[in-house]
């Protein structure tokens, strides 16, 4: 396995929204805005209640949306997991399949459970 190079200095992001960019963007060679977005905002994103941003969605028609989960920002408390299974649900309202990717898991092998990510498969610890 490629070892995730360091984040670059202008990376808007969190260091596991990195190795997630860099396997699409290096190890799957996708390019943002044809194959993906990055900080995706739905509903309003961050400015209206109930607004949601995707940390990726895939444009080729698959219509999957990817969000790591940071323990911090997302396991921290009852209302952050709650607040991810109504994300999935804003989601499913659009047609997008949202896949959450647990921060252990994308650092430990970001390659595998990315590739996972794409083809529908969830491995995080939101379940709803």
């Given amino acids: 396995m490629s070892a995730v ?3 670059p200095a ?3 992001g969190s260091d596991l ?3 997630c960019y860099w396997v699409l963007t290096v190890v799957l060679k996708m390019k943002e805005g044809v194959d993906f977005s990055y900080q995706s905002s739905r509903f309003g994103g961050r400015t209206e209640l109930g607004g949601i941003v995707l940390d990726f969605l895939m444009l080729d028609g698959s219509r999957i949306g990817i ?3 940071g323990e911090h920002w997302h396991y921290g ?3 952050q997991i709650a607040d991810a299974v109504l994300r999935r649900a804003r989601c499913q309202e659009l047609g997008i399949e949202l896949i959450f990717i647990d921060g252990d898991d994308i650092s430990r092998n970001p390659i595998y ?3 996972e990510a794409l083809a529908g498969v969830d491995h995080s610890r939101v379940k709803a």
Avoid: C, H, K, N
Wanted: charged share 30%; glycine share 0%; hydrophobic share 40%.
């Fill in 17 to 19: 929204e990195w190795m």
């Fill in 5 to 7: 190079p360091p984040i």
């Fill in 67 to 69: 969000d790591i989960q």
């Fill in 113 to 115: 459970y990315v590739r």
């Fill in 10 to 12: 202008q990376w808007p």
């Fill in 77 to 79: 408390e009852a209302e």
